[in-house]
């Protein structure tokens, strides 16, 4: 059985050397985590090697951690325009 590198699991937040249950050519290597056991995909993101949860109906794209540091981007930005608008009623 072959195995990937190491990474964050997203599941059980380990750094696990997960086991390829699946070999896809064209989609992602279904994986597995040796500690949770949890269904696991290496994540999208080009400079992480993270794994994303896998799921019966959905996989998910990206780790939590890159989810989790995205939806901080996208509230930064919000904040930004709401404070942009709140100083244009001012003046
Ligand atoms: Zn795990
Ligand atoms: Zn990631």
């Known amino acids: 059985m072959s195995a990937k590198h190491f990474g964050r699991c997203s599941f059980c937040e380990d750094r696990v050397k997960p086991d390829v249950i699946e070999k896809n050519f064209f989609r992602r290597d279904k994986c597995q985590c040796p500690a949770c056991e949890g269904i696991i995909y290496e994540c999208r993101s080009p400079l992480c090697h ?28 919000a904040e930004l325009i709401i404070a942009a608008i709140i100083a244009k009623k001012i003046l």
């Open 50 to 77: 993270d794994y994303a949860k896998g799921g019966d109906y959905y996989d998910d794209e990206l780790c939590r951690w890159c989810v989790e540091s995205s939806g901080g981007m996208i509230k930064t930005a």
